[in-house]
């Protein structure tokens, strides 16, 4: 999440106060409060935004022993799933929040007070009123969920049962009837993992609101084994469902492939076909955010990822246009040739084109026979220009998140890409335009935001270290490249984190043999076949102080005197200096040599 009120050190922190909890999977941000909720196993987190160690709030919200118990009879506690998995955490008015968890497979949701101010440090449980989730967060963890809290009506896409096989999106909560997609209809969801859900107006009649899904479900026909097909579907806000048929069921619901592809010279495109995450950003337009997706390849073929870029012009164009349709199952999809009923499938009521109807159950049965067997459009989303704005193959991890930042520099306006992998790091991306009309990629840099951790304990307490420390090498090439540590490489001005990503050529390590000579030459201008030069002057009669502090443990110091007009050096030997000792030997030996003048 870019903030406006972003941290002013450009280092990474990490969250480390110590809770028995894992799975810190949802993320909140509430900037009124300067606030950042954090949902993982039982435990309910809210972070200082500007620093998430200092002064955290928390929350401790398991299950009972005996819900638990219960839960580990039932056999679902294979991987610990038996706790209380948060995974719903959205903004109930100016001083609540509406939280659910999974309950240990009894999904339970509640409210939390977090005060009217962030100064006041409020962050408890509101006691008495916990009540069930079933319909607003799974019962299976590792099944994902997505939720919009939208005037006081909790629109849910989740799985609602126990054994984790009717799928739903749902409405709940609210004076509005609670609703939901038709029940075992493959044709409008078909085993769904949901990624994202987010409201986008289509005009400034608010009848026309409507909440787009993002997801990916199981596409088959006939004799084919299922593949996976990425989705963006729709409803509308004011759904009532129908009089007669799909009572109580979305009657506005609708569906589209999203497609992210390349184009291959033979004319076969290479689909990215497994919907990852989405991010919507925001234009002046309101009804006309960018929209990007993050998507990976399914199948064992080949392992890649892109990011593709949706624009809501051609979104609307889809779901304006053929509806899909075909007459059994032996059949291929066709576009609806037909007469479109009226009002048109898909419409709101009481919006731009339906003044006169209020309600959804006003529409006449064959507008609501035609949604339910006609839930999915003939044409597919296309991303801008047809192609992915970056694309990763032959590479050993995959994308899995996307955040977008709008950054103004001195010659424009950029967005910066932040993407997040599956090895636990962050590229940051800008995509530039060329003179030929087409984009230039670069990667500004990646972060890894998962350090690895030494952590050692002792009856005195608990202290983490990270396994790398290069600045403790020194400033120069050479000391990094003594240093022999893996960790560790010289980047062309400190010795810094080694990456496998970094180019080669900017890059010096030397760990089998800790050659400073050839891994240094040009950064050392003074070195020779065997040393390493530092030259010292002096002035005769006067003293100088001699230091050299041995940066690695392979290093052997050595200092040697040669006066003018000769050649000759005498090793010097030293006597009552910090660093006289030699501390260990090696082939290389690094050489400090003062010259003294008259």
């Known amino acids: 999440f870019p903030s406006e009120k972003s941290v002013s050190t450009g280092t990474a922190h990490h969250f480390s106060f110590l809770l028995n909890s894992t799975d810190y999977r949802i993320l909140r941000m509430d900037e009124d409060h300067d606030r950042m909720y954090v949902g993982s196993k039982d435990y309910i987190l809210s972070l200082d935004l500007h620093d998430i160690n200092k002064e955290p709030l928390i929350i401790h919200w ?3 022993q005996q819900r638990k118990n219960e839960c580990i009879l ?10 209380n998995f948060i995974r719903v955490i959205e903004p ?5 929040l509406y939280i659910c968890g999974t309950g240990a497979y009894n999904p339970v949701c509640t409210y939390v007070n977090r005060g009217r101010k962030a100064q006041e440090y409020i962050f408890h449980l509101e006691p008495g009123k916990v009540d069930s989730g079933k319909g607003k967060c799974s019962y299976d963890p590792k099944l ?5 809290l939208i005037n006081g009506e909790l629109y849910a896409g989740v799985y609602i049962d126990f054994m984790g096989t009717d799928s ?7 004076q509005q009837t609670a609703m939901r997609t038709d029940q075992y209809n493959s044709r409008w969801l078909n085993d769904p993992s949901f990624v994202h859900v987010h409201l986008i107006p289509d005009s400034a009649e608010r009848n026309d609101d409507k909440l787009y899904f993002f997801f990916r479900e199981k596409s088959s026909e006939m004799g084919q084994s299922p593949v996976s097909q990425s989705r963006i579907g729709r409803i509308c806000l004011n759904d009532d469902g129908g009089h007669c048929c799909l009572v109580n069921k979305w009657s506005t619901f609708l569906k589209a492939r999203l497609i992210c592809s390349v184009p291959g010279s033979d004319g076969v495109e290479t689909h990215f076909d497994e919907l990852r995450d989405v991010y919507i950003q925001q234009t002046q337009d309101t009804k006309n955010p960018v929209i990007y997706g993050v998507f990976s390849v399914s199948g064992s ?3 890649g990822s892109a990011v593709c870029v949706y624009s809501m012009a051609d979104i609307r164009m889809v779901f304006n246009g053929p509806f899909a349709h075909k007459e059994g199952p032996n059949y291929q999809w066709v576009a609806y040739a037909g007469k479109i009923p009226y009002p048109r499938p898909g419409t709101c009521p009481g919006g731009t084109f339906t003044p006169n109807m209020k309600s959804t159950k006003d529409y006449p049965d064959e507008v609501i026979n035609f949604m339910r067997n006609h839930p999915t459009m003939y044409n597919a989303v296309y991303p801008v220009h047809k192609r992915p704005l970056v694309v990763r193959t032959n590479v050993d991890y995959e994308f899995t998140t996307i955040t977008v930042d709008q950054v103004t520099a001195a010659d424009g306006s950029y967005e910066v890409l932040f993407l997040g992998t599956d090895r636990g790091t962050v590229q940051k991306v800008i995509v530039l335009p060329t003179d030929d009309l087409q984009t230039e ?5 990646e972060v890894e935001v998962f350090r690895q951790q030494l952590y050692v304990a002792s009856a005195e307490g608990v202290t983490h270290l990270t396994l790398h420390r290069c600045d403790v090498y020194g ?10 540590d893996p960790y560790c490489a010289w980047d062309g001005k400190s010795c810094s984190r080694y990456s496998a990503s970094q180019k080669r050529r900017s890059r010096r390590q030397d760990v089998k043999y800790g050659n400073p000579i050839r891994q240094c030459r040009g950064y050392n201008s003074n070195a020779n076949k065997n040393t390493l030069e530092m030259v010292q002057y002096g002035v005769e009669g006067s003293s100088t102080f001699l230091e050299c502090q041995a940066r690695s443990p392979h290093a052997c110091i050595r200092w040697h005197v040669q006066k003018e007009n000769s050649d000759r050096k005498k090793e010097f030997s030293i006597r009552g200096t910090r660093e006289g000792a030699a501390l260990s030997t090696q082939q290389q030996e690094l050489t400090r040599a003062p010259k003294k003048k008259k």
Not at 144 to 148: K, L, W
């Open 62 to 64: 398991p299950v009972s």
């Open 74 to 83: 039932s056999g679902k506690d294979t991987n610990g799933e038996c706790g």
């Open 92 to 96: 109930w008015n100016r001083t609540h």
């Open 144 to 148: 994902n969920s997505v939720s919009a």
């Open 168 to 174: 739903a999106i749902f409405r709940t909560l609210g």
């Open 301 to 303: 073929v080949f392992k």
């Open 441 to 445: 990629e670069l990667v500004l840099e």
């Open 475 to 484: 400033e120069a090439c050479a000391d990094c490249c003594l240093a022999r």
